[in-house]
DNA sequence: GGGATATAGTTGCGTTTGCAACTAAAATCC
DNA sequence: GGATTTTAGTTGCAAACGCAACTATATCCC
């Protein structure tokens, strides 16, 4: 695994990693000031909804929206609370629950998502041509994909 | 400010953003596997050593190392706890407070940065051509300055 | 120059998160 | 098939952060 480092790369970085912060908390705060649910929301949520029978095993969520196994407990005590998803007991599996997407978790996830799709269009969007972000996705996929299986 | 977003930009978007978060975390736990301090002391310790004096206003110092006042408050009382930067009154302002960088400080950034470059270098560089961090280092600085002020 | 306003930084408090330890249910192994 | 190991999820606890309120100093404006 090479581990030397190009000054061309270093400046790539260095600008890619506070730009990324700077978006991401653009976002959070027109969601806030949407009196909308954070992108932790949206990125459970996401991933209910995109999933087979909106549904997921917790492990699976856990990994898929980026958080620890007990971050994601947290997170979804939260989110069932809120009723925009309930935990099942998994029939194959006794260790195993269940996260599924209510109808009500649809609504709040349609409920976000233009202001969320706005921000990504103002903050992130608007500064890429198309080819531009032809780029950046199959770039960041491969970093993506790299990054799966540690070191 | 344009609020559309196409199919490619939000596919662009749909593999940084989760990408973003991968590495981020690839890189923490190496620091944290080597027994050194997270990214955000290092943010901080960087923005010190490369300003003139190796000193600046609490303020800016937030607003550089990405953090609300607050939480710049939280984390400077804990670096100065270590002893790797030191509060001094400001001699023309009154209110306000500099974070200075010691010797320490600096010998502590020295510890980082060969594991930091390496999670760099494993993480993000080995995925890019030059052409393309020369790419993303464009694009990235671009999002970085628009996102400067809000709205 | 003195009262209103703005700015710098800190503090109280609540939220979110992760690590390590724990419980319970598979899966493995002899 | 019963003991051991692994896996899934949760919980105790502490770290880190932000917002709003607060204190102290500076600036503005008449």
Redesign the pocket.
Known sequence: MKTELSKTHLEAWRRYYPSFWRVY?AIE?DL?AAKLP?L?WYDVLYQLYMAPERRL????L?RSA?????????????LEKEGVLA?KA?P???????AELTDKGVAVLRKIWPVYRAGIAKYFAAHLSEAEARQVATIFGRVFDAAECKE
């Open positions: 908390a705060a806030d954070s932790s095993r917790m492990s699976e856990a980026l958080l620890s196994r007990s971050g994601l407990t947290r997170l979804v005590d939260r935990r998994c194959t599996d006794g260790r195993a629950q269940h």
